[in-house]
């Protein structure tokens, strides 16, 4: 016997889950209901299919194909247009010539349909109804029998009135090709309304059969999750994928726990999950496969769908999670929540209880949401942050988008154009770079690959080039890919070109190369011999050796112990380089710790300085000979004397947010000074001047002389130089440094408060003592030497609040002074 597989229903009640997912392909417990059917017909013998299909056609015929991964028959029986429940299978009559099984694929039910099909036989009738006695029979059709269990009449979707039984239609029936008949081809017709009315109507017998076992119609939410909890609780006989590892808790191959995680059964974890120390699965829970819960998370009664990821610190209580969702750290989902494919919750976000997010909706971080998000969407504001493209590898940044975004990327470039690529030891980088690798390729662009090389050698063949990424896993949170751009200059990448870049990756308007206009992967010899020759040429090297300056450098498995031996072999310094190789074990750093260790090795070997590289290079952190670790607004200020010193009527590039006192010491040594914005692409491209002889800011310095990006090599020579010709030691020219005060807060802004927060900040500043270089930044708050800052974030919901002042408390007042104007504007 044949079994038709009713598959073509939309689903409107199951929204957001069926938006872009058939509702037969909806799982419980980890498996597409329709599948459940499947493995039910072939239980009883059944093993040749009609599926009649419709809404979404294609991802059921994709998963089920001709039915052979099954071991059973598939064919199908597409429908234009919705003909229901009767017009469906009617489309299928030319593969219907004996009496046949129909049943809903998205149901679910354990029923002895041998029993079923022998009572249908018996009864002699042309139809038979499989019947079922449900508690609620409002939502259902009922069907009245006689004693003879043979039809009388029917009531769809009865009121409470008209309840006058509780035995339902399950949509389960064994049919004669004879009803046919009465359906006729291409039009709309229903089994309950048209069909069985018909056929009582001509006098011919229908037969209610009551089954026993379990049944239920998931059309609701509701319903969706009390069918989870069934398999679970052992209610309904069907398979559960994976293995009973403990009473009630099931587990599929490939599962990693991390320490302490606690599951309380009945739940069900999937194929390839990675359950992160501290999270708490509790009852009821089903995740699906290759998901990701991190660290200290609790989910309660909820559903996760494949691929998802979900951040630390994660609280769910009775929701769904649809699949590659992607759940940021601190958010909190309340009972009832149902959180669409694809969407992104950003950190710190709460969902309360009944929100719908639809698919691939954005809610933005610290976002409370009340209501449901269905066609309002907050996009991604920018591809590009702060430090390029940057997100989780796999989940944000996989490699799918890395072809696309290289694409887009070489779309802006000259064919037969050459980029240089490199990457650090991450594994993840490595996997990645070549997909982006592959996506210029197939642009037409050429790549030098350096392979693993830190940023500072990249950013010098990147201006020997046509541009340059370089691809690096955040050694303090491994989990999180960068992508960053270099322009032909080897400076960070414009925001003007980013928005083109982002422009062809939104519109996907990518050149694609023929077959012989493909670029190629080259290798270049001798980049790093080069790039040590350069520096070495922008110092005195004869001071340095003649001086031979001890130094104490921490290469913190970073790029820096591929590039530094290179050039310091050439100074023949006096160097001892703790964790001096890359690696691409995840490290865990303690920065405190570190620093400790490292001071205590400068002061006990009397070196006149160490360094702690991170891990591209491009910054480090200075400890003086006493093993200090000197701040970032007094290293500031350090280099602008030492360079002002050496480098009288220069031009020192300041951001807006350094100290006054970084001013007043160029300008005592008869420098100029420029301010720039505090972006790193703005400081790099005001030092591309010719006159500029020093770029600093709080995260690293910039030495146009040697290349106008950030680049700790550089710092590190340039300290050993000014170390080396200068009679005090670098304790002494700390100690005698003015004092910074200064202060930093974030205060939690909406984005569509953020204009009217600066428009209200300008409106209320004193024309004279505003400064719009960046944000607002108004002088004299406190007296002399005073100022507060206040800058939106380019890609959170907050805004950065700077301040300083002669004394620490003075600064921390502007701070509160500032919040009470933000707040103020926000609450308004």
């Not at 938006?19 to 909806?26: R, Y």
């Not at 006990?604 to 607004?633: Q, W």
Request: net charge negative.
């Amino acid at each position: 016997m044949k079994a038709v597989i009713m598959a073509g229903g939309a689903g409107t009640r199951l929204r957001p889950l069926t938006s872009n997912t058939p509702k037969p392909m909806l799982p419980i417990a980890n498996v597409p209901m329709m599948e459940h059917i499947i493995r039910l017909c072939t239980r009883h013998g059944i093993g040749d299919f009609v599926v009649t299909v419709q809404f979404l056609a294609g991802s059921i015929q994709k998963y089920f194909g001709d039915g052979a991964d099954f071991a059973v028959s598939l064919a199908y029986a597409v429908e234009e247009s919705p003909l229901g429940t009767a017009g469906s299978v009617g489309n299928a009559r030319d593969l219907l010539r004996e009496p046949f099984l129909v049943i809903s694929g998205d149901a679910l039910c354990d029923f002895d349909l041998g029993v079923v099909l022998r009572a249908h036989e018996e009864s002699g009738s042309i139809a038979t109804i499989v019947l079922y006695n449900a508690e609620n029979p409002l939502e259902f059709g009922i069907v009245i029998t006689r004693e003879d269990g043979s039809v009388e009449r029917f009531l769809e979707k009865p009121t409470w009135g008209q309840v006058f039984s509780d035995t339902v239609n399950t949509g389960i029936y064994v049919l004669d090709p004879a009803v046919f008949d009465l359906i006729p081809p291409g039009e709309v017709v229903d089994f309950s309304q048209d069909v069985f009315p018909g056929l009582l109507a001509a006098g011919e017998t229908v037969n209610g059969h009551v089954a026993e076992g379990y049944w239920e119609d998931v059309g609701t939410i509701e319903a969706f999750m009390k069918a989870q909890r069934d398999v679970l609780d052992g209610r309904v006989d069907v398979d559960i994928p994976g293995f009973e590892v403990s009473d009630g808790v099931w587990q599929g191959e490939g599962v990693e726990l991390g320490s302490d995680v606690r599951v309380e059964g009945p739940a069900l974890i999937g194929r390839n999950c990675r359950i992160r120390s501290g999270t708490r699965i509790r009852e009821y829970s089903v995740i699906g496969d290759n998901v990701v819960v991190g660290e200290d998370s609790i989910l309660t009664r909820t559903l996760v769908f494949d691929n998802a990821y979900i951040g630390r610190q994660v609280q769910s209580r009775g929701g769904i999670i649809g699949k590659g969702a992607d759940v940021r750290e601190h958010a909190r989902l309340e009972p009832d929540v149902v959180v669409g494919d694809g969407c992104s919750i950003g950190a710190g976000a709460v969902l309360n209880p009944a929100v719908r997010v639809y698919p691939f909706k954005r809610v933005e971080p610290a976002a409370i949401v009340n209501t449901s998000v269905v066609w309002e969407s907050r996009a991604a504001r920018s591809l590009f942050g702060r430090r390029g493209v940057r997100g989780i590898a796999n989940v944000d940044i996989t490699p799918e988008l890395a072809v696309r975004l290289a694409m887009a990327y070489a779309s802006t470039l000259d064919k037969d154009a050459t980029v240089t690529c490199s990457r650090n030891a991450s594994r993840a980088a490595r996997a990645l770079k070549r997909a982006f690798m592959a996506g210029l390729n197939a642009a037409g662009v050429s790549v030098d690959d350096l392979e693993i090389a830190a940023v500072p050698l990249t950013r010098f063949q990147a201006a020997r080039t046509s541009g340059g990424i370089t691809l690096r896993a955040d050694p303090s949170e491994p989990e999180i890919i960068e992508i960053r751009f270099f322009d032909r200059d080897g400076i960070d990448l414009a925001e003007a070109e980013q928005r083109k870049i982002e422009r062809n990756f939104d519109r996907e308007d990518y050149r694609r190369a023929l077959h012989d206009e493909m670029g190629e992967i080259l290798y270049p010899p001798r980049v790093p011999e080069f790039y040590a020759n350069s520096l070495v040429r922008g110092v005195d090297a004869a001071a340095i050796t003649a001086a031979r300056p001890k130094v104490v450098l921490d290469y913190a498995y970073g790029t820096a112990s591929l590039l530094l031996p290179e050039v310091l072999a050439r100074l023949e310094a006096d160097v001892l380089a703790i964790n001096p190789y890359t690696t691409e074990r995840t490290r865990t750093f303690h920065p405190e710790v570190d620093l400790a260790r490292l001071g205590e090795l400068v002061r006990t070997s009397g070196s006149a300085f160490g360094m702690a590289f991170d891990d591209a290079a491009e910054t480090a952190v200075l400890v003086d000979d006493f093993g200090r670790a000197v701040p970032p607004p007094q290293a500031m200020l350090l280099y602008v004397q030492l360079m002002s010193e050496a480098h009288a009527g220069g031009t020192i590039v300041l951001p807006v947010d350094a100290s006054v006192h970084a001013e007043r010491i160029a300008l005592a040594a008869g420098c100029t000074v420029v301010w720039s914005q505090t972006s790193a692409p703005a400081l790099m491209a005001a030092a591309t001047s010719e006159e500029v002889v020093l770029a600093v800011d709080g995260t690293g310095l910039i030495v146009p002389r040697f290349q106008s990006g950030y680049d700790a090599v550089a710092q590190c020579l340039l300290t050993m130089e000014l170390v080396a010709r200068g009679a005090d030691r670098l304790s002494s020219l700390i100690d005698a440094l003015p004092p910074v005060h200064m202060a930093h807060d974030v205060i939690p802004t909406p984005w569509e408060r953020k204009g009217a927060v600066m428009r209200t900040l300008v409106e209320q500043a004193d024309p004279d003592r505003a400064v719009l270089i960046d944000g607002v930044k108004i002088t004299g708050l406190a007296g002399p030497d005073s100022w507060g800052l206040v800058l939106p974030d380019p890609e959170e919901p907050l805004s950065h609040v700077t301040a300083e002042a002669r004394s620490a408390d003075a600064a921390r007042t502007i701070l509160r002074d500032l919040r009470e104007r933000i707040d103020a504007v926000v609450h308004e």
